[in-house]
């Protein structure tokens, strides 16, 4: 059965670094979507993505954040300038088209030093 | 703006009881989930209820959708330990981005 899978499982990085999390969603989608959940807390909505432009993205995804989805399978998020608060784990997800249910990843645990 | 209220917040049980966990929205929705997670752990669809008096079961998991009272249920009959997880409602709307507005989660833990 067809999955989104997410690499790496866990990141660990300095306050300030650029990281790049990366996604392979389900090869027919075309909808695409990043969530975070900081430890404990509920899984918020960050950005989503469609015909290779952002769709909506929530307030926390500032200027630090992009998307991009470079090769037609990959599905980046890239935190610019990382903080402390940025620790968190990272959800990315997909649908295939309108009105169907979103698949999950696995998540990549950030954790900011 | 979208709201999803979920009580209780936290839940301790016995095995063999029943519970239902409850989740509010504040607007209209289109399409209501419940989700689990076990700790460290993705998100793992339980159930998609599309319509008022949807009901939908799976083992001793039934949700239900009331679109007018925008109120959904997860009851948990004869709880076991194995159920014990962090369970979720979400919510979209079918205009625009359709992204998932999730409620606090409700932690459930079952004890033998």
């Known amino acids: 059965e067809p999955e989104v899978t997410q690499t790496p499982s866990h990141q660990v990085t300095q306050m300030g670094q650029e990281v790049i999390l990366r996604c392979v969603p389900i090869?027919?989608?075309?909808?695409f979507y990043w969530y975070r959940q900081i430890l404990g807390q509920k899984v918020e909505f960050l950005v989503s993505f469609y015909n290779n432009e952002i769709s909506e993205k929530s307030e926390i995804f500032d200027d630090q954040f992009s998307v991009e989805r470079p090769d037609g399978s990959n599905f980046t998020l890239k935190i610019r300038s990382t903080k402390l608060e940025d620790s968190a784990m990272y959800f990315c997800?997909?649908?295939?088209?309108?009105?169907?249910?979103?698949?999950f990843g696995p998540g990549t645990r950030l954790t900011v030093l | 703006e979208l709201k999803v209220e979920q009580n209780p917040l936290f839940l301790s049980m016995q095995e063999g009881k029943n519970y239902t966990i409850y989740c509010n929205y504040s607007?209209?929705?289109?399409?209501l989930y419940w989700y689990r997670q076990d700790p460290g752990k993705s998100l793992e669809s339980l159930f998609v209820l599309l319509s008022n008096g949807a009901v939908k079961q799976e083992g001793r998991l039934m949700a239900s959708l009331d679109t007018k009272a925008r109120l959904s249920t997860l009851h948990i009959t004869a709880a076991v330990h194995d159920l014990s997880a962090t369970y979720f409602c979400a919510v979209d709307r079918s205009q625009g981005a359709q992204k998932l507005v999730f409620g606090q989660g409700t932690r459930l833990t079952i004890n033998p």
């Open positions: 997800a997909s649908r295939v088209h309108s009105g169907e249910e979103q698949f």
């Open positions: 090869s027919n989608h075309l909808y």
């Open positions: 607007t209209t929705s289109d399409r």
